[in-house]
Every structure is written in C-alpha cells, then in structure tokens.
C-alpha cells in the first residue's frame, strides 16, 4: 500500500514517528512523509533521517503557526497536487493544519481512507480572551468540516474527546452514524530500546524539562520553581531543553536571557537526541497546561526518571500521583517548587519511581505496540 503520514514540521516526524514509519517501511508499504518546505538544518538532518529509513519526503508550503487564510488555501491546492501525484491509498494527518487542510485535500484527491490525530489543543483552544476566542471559533469550525472526510480520528486522552463533543465538533457516541470513528491511541509511544534505561543522577539534583519555549509548556513556572529553590540548594541544576519559538505565546529571547543571568536556569538550546540530557537528568519535569500525550516525559520514564507534571489533560495520564511522580496544578509555580523538593530532600525517591516509570513505559507505551494499535484501526498489514 502507500500511505501518507502528514506533519507540521519535520523534526516533529522524525522524532515522534520514527516507529511507525519503520513498521510501515519493513512490511514493504511505500510510506511518503509530507512535511512543511524549510531551511532549518535540525528539519534538514530530520528529513534526511526519514530517507534512510526508507521513506520519500515531499516537501510542502505550509505555514504551520500563520493565520493568513490566503496562504493556507494555496498550501490545500498544493496539497492537493502532491497527493494526486502520490495516489496514496491511506492518508494520515497529524498536528492542526495537516489534520485540517490534509484531509480536506486527500478527500478533493480521491484518496480512499483517510485518519486523523488529534496531538493535542494547545494555544488554538485557549479561548481566555477576545483575539482567542475568535481563533477557537475559526479552528472548530475547520475542524467539524474537515475531520467529516476521516474514517476515523485518534485521540491520545479523553479529555481533548470531550472537549471535542462539546464544542461540537465532532458527535456523541451513536448520534451521528456518518460521522467518523473516535479511537483512543497512547500518544506516539516510545522507543524502549532506543531510551534504554540508564542509571539517574542523585547528586547534584538535576531537574530538565524538555519543550518548545514558549508559555503553554509551563515554561515561566519551571523558571519560577527554579527561582524559587536555587537559594536554598545552590548545587541544584534547573535545566531548559528545546528550541525558541516565534509567534504567539513564545518566550522572548530577553525573558530567557534574564531568567540565565540569575544563575537559577540554564538553558541547554535545542537538540536532535535528548537521551544524552536524559540520562543527565534525575526528574523529568513538565508543567504544561495542556498536551496530547507528552512525548518528552514518555521517553523520561522510559530512560527510568520520575516526573512533576501539571494535572493538565494528557501529562496526568501518564504520571500516577505519588507513585511515579507527582501531579501539581496548572500555573502553579509554587506548587511545582514543593514538589521538586521532595525530590531533593528524599533522594530514594528518585531512583524508586524512576524504576516504576520504566515499568509503565515498557508495557503500556511501548511505540511498537501503539503501531500495531493504529495500523489495526487503519486495517493496514503489519507483515508482507
């Protein structure tokens, strides 16, 4: 078969579907990778990771953050065109703008199955002020008209369903037979072989959060934890991986600046493999007010770390309360310094819950076991 899989950015793919995409490859399935045009070097050696894996690229013009409705109709007419002359037989989408313009395009080109996965809400859906509320509305009303044209649409945890149902975008269960299938996935899964379990660091604690820069990962709170706990233990290491942002709701470069000029953060710039930070790393930390399935806490308890995550939707379905980290509230910088310290002040701990984390990775999100999960609902064969 060919199949599609549609993203909004390169490295996204190769660092979130490096699993599926070799599954698809190994069962001799022609997989093509269509991802946004860009001049990046870390979408640049993602793209080239894809091709060693066996996968065409087609690159694409896609916006992924811009709200011009002109561009984004010239992107669907592209869109269009390199579905034609793929012909796939399955297209799927991931990530807002492949998820709405891809499955509105592989419908105009004829393509016979077509999915969708919802990552998560982020930005778009945080309807807090005028400017935002407009955004949801554009956004729900994109969504209800292209996800109609999907067979079935993924979903990582149950709170974007309902959300979903009560935006209206898509139905409640056996209201509306024609309307596509809702099917729960655990994220992207990860790859337990490749975050193999390593031994955490006890001294100095080392806490890392791993995200785009920017408001929604809970970035601001980790750096008010970390200015909050830097007096009291000087030896411990509050570290920021991930790449700066341009567009709504980033960090500016001089907040960040600031934030490392008071000894208390240190920023760590982007990377094409965070197992190195990981293993350097005693807790996983990730304060984001709203996710899918957070990819970087998956590969965390996969490599054996414990995690402080907000009880947001997706992060508070992968950290069990007092068992492999702890749960604190959104926007809660405080809270998130009290938690952290337990760490500190309780060293067992980190090793102890790590151990569960690693446990809980290995049987329940295992990227091989998502694969066949989705390739299952997609009725794609696994073997030859």
Not at 110 to 125: C, K, N, Q, S, W
Not at 211 to 233: M, S
Not at 339 to 350: D, K, N, S, T, V
């Amino acid at each position: 078969m060919r199949v599609v899989i549609m993203g909004s950015q390169a490295r996204s793919m190769a660092n979130f579907w490096p699993t599926l995409i070799k599954v698809l490859v190994g069962a001799n399935h022609q997989v093509h990778c269509f991802v946004p045009h860009t001049s990046d070097e870390a979408d640049a050696r993602a793209i080239e990771r894809m091709k060693q894996w066996g996968a065409e690229v087609v690159a694409l013009p896609l916006d992924r953050r811009g709200l011009n409705p002109l561009r984004d109709l010239f992107s669907l007419f592209h869109i269009r065109r390199a579905l034609k002359a793929v012909g796939p037989d399955v297209f799927f989408g991931y990530a807002i703008k492949p998820v709405i313009y891809g499955s509105i395009a592989a419908r105009l080109a004829g393509v016979p199955a077509r999915y969708a996965m919802i990552t998560g809400l982020g930005y778009t859906f945080e309807a807090d002020t005028l400017p935002k509320k407009l955004l949801t509305f554009a956004a729900s009303t994109l969504y209800r008209f292209s996800l109609k044209f999907c067979r079935t649409v993924f979903f990582q945890n149950s709170d974007d369903v309902a959300h979903f149902r009560a935006l209206r975008i898509i139905s409640e269960p056996g209201a509306n037979p024609a309307g596509p299938e809702v099917a729960m996935i655990r994220g992207t899964g990860v790859d337990i072989e490749h975050f193999a379990s390593a031994p955490p660091r006890k001294q100095p604690p080392t806490f890392l959060l791993i995200g785009r820069v920017i408001e929604a990962k809970g970035v601001r709170e980790f750096a008010e934890a970390a200015f909050i706990l830097h007096p009291k233990y000087p030896e411990a290491r509050f570290c920021l991986l991930g790449p700066l942002e341009n567009g709504p709701g980033s960090i500016m470069p001089e907040e960040l600046a600031a934030w490392q000029e008071s000894g208390s953060l240190e920023y760590l710039g982007a990377t094409d493999d965070v197992r190195p930070f990981i293993a350097e790393a005693s807790v996983m930390v990730l304060p984001s007010y709203r996710e899918g399935l957070p990819t970087s806490i998956m590969e965390g308890m996969s490599m054996g770390r414990p995690a402080v995550v907000a009880d947001a939707p997706g992060s508070r379905d992968l950290v069990q309360e007092g068992v492999n980290g702890f749960l604190v509230p959104v926007r809660d910088g405080k809270a998130l310094a009290d938690a952290m310290e337990r760490f500190i002040l309780q060293p067992g701990l980190i090793e102890s819950m790590g151990e569960t984390s690693r446990r809980l990775a290995e049987t329940r999100y295992d990227a091989r076991l998502v694969a066949a999960e989705m390739l299952a609902s997609m009725g794609i064969a696994k073997t030859p």
